[in-house]
């Protein structure tokens, strides 16, 4: 079998963790906001495919170091709850990229680094869940390698509280200088 080549991609949409069986205490909390969440993404992949932008898939195993992102999605996608409804609209297409990662950011120990790298990508979008914990620990890891943009529509992610959200994108606008204006206002300004 011969290994497919990478999309050159200058800009690269990661979602991450919103293939989630949100089965963790504060997951009550989540639900709801991760679910209007993944609906601002799924407008936003739409956006996005038109420009050719790739998309890139980094979701927790959740410790199950055997297990395969397809599985997964197959398992949640079969449920009527808010985990299957979430991947049910954001599963991922058949030239989308999907990695597993061990831990919160999306870079700690997986090849998201190399495979951007082989991509050609300098800017990264940031979707998924939860804002304050992974998407956060994934924009500091971008800022830490130089990337020379990370954008974090802040309608494409969620957190167990508002406020929680909120102080989240303030560090990630303050700190590490992401670009956290809404997906509606940056299709405006172009």
Known sequence: M?????????????????INPLNF??????ARPALAA???TVRLRERLAAENVAVVYANDNYGAWQSDFQSMVS???????????IARLL?????????????HSAF????????????????????????????????????LRGFEGVWVPPECTAAETPQAKAASI???????????R???????QG
Do not use: H, N, W
Request: aromatic content about 4%.
């Open 2 to 18: 011969k290994p497919a080549k990478v999309p050159r991609s200058p800009r690269v949409l990661v979602i991450v963790d919103f």
């Open 91 to 103: 599963a991922p297409g058949p030239r989308d990229i999907t990695l597993l990662k061990p831990r």
């Open 38 to 40: 993944a609906r601002a």
């Open 75 to 85: 398992q949640l996608a079969a449920g009527d709850d808010t985990s299957g409804e």
């Open 108 to 143: 700690y120990c997986t090849a998201l680094e190399l495979l951007l790298r082989e991509m050609g990508t300098r800017e990264l979008i940031l979707a998924g869940l939860a804002t304050d914990m992974c998407v956060q620990m994934t924009a500091a890891d971008a800022f």
């Open 25 to 30: 205490p504060g997951a009550e909390k989540l």
């Open 170 to 180: 303030r560090y990630m606008r303050d700190v590490l200088k992401c670009d956290v």
């Open 182 to 188: 809404s997906a509606r206002a940056a299709a405006r």
